[in-house]
């Protein structure tokens, strides 16, 4: 299958402070890349689709100020959270379908902690 | 709107039997996908299988297979001969063909294989 993969793989960081996730196509381009975020022992709730050379579209209720997403090219996209605090600690997953209408394969995830 | 049921929150099994793990869905498209997808600790979500919904066999992957009843709306996973790596959490999303790529989840359901 295709591989995506996501840097970096854990983060601790202040409260106050912004952290970028990137997640990156390694054998396929993608125009569309996905951000969910996962709670422990919870699904994974879609956060917004990253779109390439347009803006992201976000889900109803995440704040578009607060993650910024950027899909600088056809193999990366972006998840920046700014100001981040504690109730921002979760995992952090990218995926992306090798085209429209595939199957969406997931980066390795990233474990955001905000002390 | 499209939705994932998965009403077994955990599924025990004894290493080298079968397990099926249910999954049944909702939606109003005619044109549809299914998958599942398997996460282990380390958080990677691995992708299983894949049914479309014009397949009329079953999707099938080395132990892995799909049981599909498109009538009543469900989409099952079977798990052949179990091992001990296949304890995970195990989830069904479905695609949502009206909005692209986007996958919606179910909750899932933790498997523990016995040994």
């Known amino acids: 299958g295709a591989v995506v993969s996501q840097h970096p793989s854990w983060v601790i960081c202040k409260s106050g402070t912004s952290v970028k996730i990137e997640c990156r196509s390694l054998?396929?381009?993608?125009?569309?890349m996905f951000w969910y975020r996962q709670f422990p022992k919870q699904s994974l709730m879609l956060m917004a689709t990253?779109?390439?050379?347009?803006?992201?579209?976000?889900e109803q209720g995440v704040e578009k100020d607060k993650f910024l997403i950027n899909h600088a090219s056809l193999t990366l996209s972006t998840l920046t959270v700014t100001s981040a605090h504690p109730e921002d600690s979760s995992f952090y997953i990218c995926?992306?379908?090798?085209?429209?209408?595939?199957?969406?394969?997931f980066g390795p995830g990233t474990r955001l902690l905000v002390l | 709107a499209q939705k994932i049921t998965q009403t077994q929150p955990g599924m025990f099994v004894q290493e080298k039997e079968a397990v099926t793990l249910d999954c049944t869905y909702d939606?109003?498209?005619?044109?549809?996908?299914l998958f599942w997808y398997k996460q282990p600790s380390s958080g990677e979500m691995i992708f299983l299988i894949y049914?479309?919904?014009?397949?009329?066999q079953n999707a099938t992957e080395g132990r892995y297979s799909l049981n599909f009843q498109k009538a009543r709306k469900s989409a099952n996973l079977v798990i052949s001969a179990s091992q001990l790596g296949d304890s995970a959490m195990y989830f069904c999303?479905?695609?949502?063909?009206?909005?692209?790529?986007?996958?919606?989840f179910g909750a899932g359901t933790i498997l523990r294989v016995k040994s």
């Open positions: 995926s992306a379908p090798p085209g429209v209408g595939e199957t969406q394969y």
């Open positions: 054998d396929f381009q993608a125009t569309t």
């Open positions: 990253s779109n390439e050379g347009s803006k992201a579209t976000y």
């Open positions: 939606t109003s498209d005619q044109s549809y996908g």
């Open positions: 049914q479309g919904s014009y397949d009329e």
């Open positions: 999303a479905m695609r949502d063909m009206e909005y692209g790529n986007k996958l919606v």
